[in-house]
């Protein structure tokens, strides 16, 4: 689904705001220390500001001037105790320049993308200023493939786009998805923890997962150590017998505190009365191969996401037979956000007796969504050599939840968006709901903001009620 951009309304003085707050960064500091600080958020003010101003319907450009404005905020606060009003000045304006930038990235990108219109408030611009400062995060830290790697890439994603369909995966994804055994009873650890508030049981068993070593990548994917145990967290019910619900984090979690902090598993147990069963996504947490949670997930190699994704409805299967090999007859919902809207959307389209899947500002289409951040250099050349938009989508089809329909009856599919979603385009919602055949869950507010979002307990509440779980589960 293409984008078209809308003349933007704003004007040069709103547009002005970030410039000049970058510009007053680089200029007003003092000291080697403190003129190396103030490149962080003077450059990139700077230089999304002056992006946005050239480009304004280019995504990076509003990411990137809403990361220069928060660590704008981050580093005034100290400067303001140091100095005084040479501090204000900086944090005041990367205040407002982050406001400014988010309301015009509202006005510019969001209008033109579909979806709910959206209510511009001061609220609504502190939603978004999130999201924007978050995005332009997972931009400028992208480990970009570059020479010998790059056309590596390259190579590889051809080779595996002759073999998928010289194997016919693509007509058939089935395929590629062997249905994944339960761990053994004597491979399955588990400990009792308590964190963040939260008393939980920290299960781990190893992946029964295994890359297609055949495949480009496959060979290299399966030496990945880290990545072969899955970790799962587990709050029971108090009570036997009680349903089951597989929360799914996103991209960059899989952490205690994070998935915690996203979910309330707590709340969930006390107020639907279920199990809650929160497994750990490939290359998260400590699952994890590179410095950072998730990396190498949707960056580096772009094939990576293509093994990421067949490892990650494998263990999704095998967390589910280990869940049915304690509980034959257990009630199972499906709750994913971000990355784990599209992993609970995919495994709707393989799991057949699922009571229900939410799925929460998901992405549907990676192909489209990680175009559209990449940077130009890397679009023109990897187009040159073969690999363009079209055949990254075709190669990322058999691991796609728009691949095949899924097994959910309608009124058991739910798709939760944000009107003001500036991580995930609004727009990869209604994909996912026009495939579904549904209408989207909207709420005011950005993709961050769902934790905190009414709607979002209330859109799970939704499919409890449809799933005819009894309420209250106390």
Not at 114 to 137: C, F, H, I, Q, T
Not at 208 to 227: C, E, I, K, Q, S
Request: contains cysteine.
């Amino acid at each position: 689904m293409k984008k078209t951009y809308a003349v933007p309304r704003s004007t040069p003085v709103l547009l002005a705001v970030p410039l000049l707050t970058g510009l007053y960064w680089l200029v007003a500091s003092e000291g080697m220390f403190g003129s190396l600080l103030a490149c962080v958020p003077g450059l990139l003010l700077v230089g999304g500001s002056m992006m946005v101003w050239w480009s304004p319907g280019e995504p990076r450009a509003y990411a990137l001037t809403g990361l220069g404005a928060f660590f704008g905020v981050l580093l005034g606060v100290p400067w303001l105790l140091i100095s005084g009003d040479e501090g204000l000045w900086a944090l005041v304006g990367s205040v407002a320049g982050a406001l400014v930038n988010a309301r015009q990235s509202v006005q510019v990108i969001a209008r033109v993308e579909g979806g709910a219109p959206v209510r511009e408030s001061l609220k609504m611009d502190l939603k978004v200023a999130l999201d924007e400062a978050v995005l332009g995060y997972f931009i400028a830290g992208a480990r970009m493939p570059n020479g010998v790697q790059a056309a590596e890439a390259c190579d590889q994603a051809r080779a595996l786009d002759e073999t998928l369909s010289e194997r016919g995966i693509y007509p058939q994804p089935e395929r590629l998805h062997v249905a994944p055994p339960a761990p053994e009873a004597d491979s399955v650890d588990s400990t009792l923890e308590h964190r963040w508030g939260v008393r939980y049981e920290a299960v781990q068993f190893p992946s029964a997962f295994r890359a297609d070593d055949t495949l480009p990548g496959g060979a290299v994917w399966n030496h990945l150590d880290a990545n072969r145990q899955v970790p799962v967290r587990v709050v029971r019910h108090s009570e036997p017998g009680r349903p089951w619900l597989l929360c799914i984090h996103g991209y960059r979690m899989g952490t205690p505190w994070m998935d915690f902090s996203l979910f309330g598993p707590n709340g969930l147990v006390n107020k639907f009365g279920v199990n809650v069963v929160m497994p750990v996504l490939p290359l998260h947490g400590s699952r994890r191969v590179g410095m950072r949670s998730g990396d190498f997930y949707l960056d580096g190699n772009p094939l990576d996401l293509f093994h990421a994704q067949c490892q990650a409805l494998s263990d999704l299967r095998q967390t589910v037979a280990w869940i049915r090999g304690q509980d034959p007859q257990a009630r199972i919902g499906v709750f994913g956000v971000s990355l784990g809207g599209y992993n609970a959307a995919l495994l709707s389209i393989y799991e057949p007796d699922l009571d229900f899947v939410v799925s929460a500002v998901p992405v549907a289409d990676f192909a489209e969504t990680l175009w559209r951040v990449l940077p130009p250099a890397h679009q023109g050349y990897f187009t040159t050599q073969g690999l363009d938009e079209a055949r990254y989508a075709r190669v990322l089809g058999p691991v796609s939840p728009l691949s095949s329909a899924t097994r959910l009856a309608p009124d058991r599919r739910f798709v939760l968006a944000a009107a003001a979603d500036r991580v995930v385009p609004p727009g990869q919602a209604l994909l996912l709901a026009a495939h579904w055949g549904v209408e989207p869950v909207w709420y005011q507010g950005s993709h961050l903001s769902i934790r905190r979002e009414s709607q979002t307990l209330a859109t799970v509440e939704q499919a409890v009620v449809a799933a005819g779980w009894r309420l209250p589960l106390r």
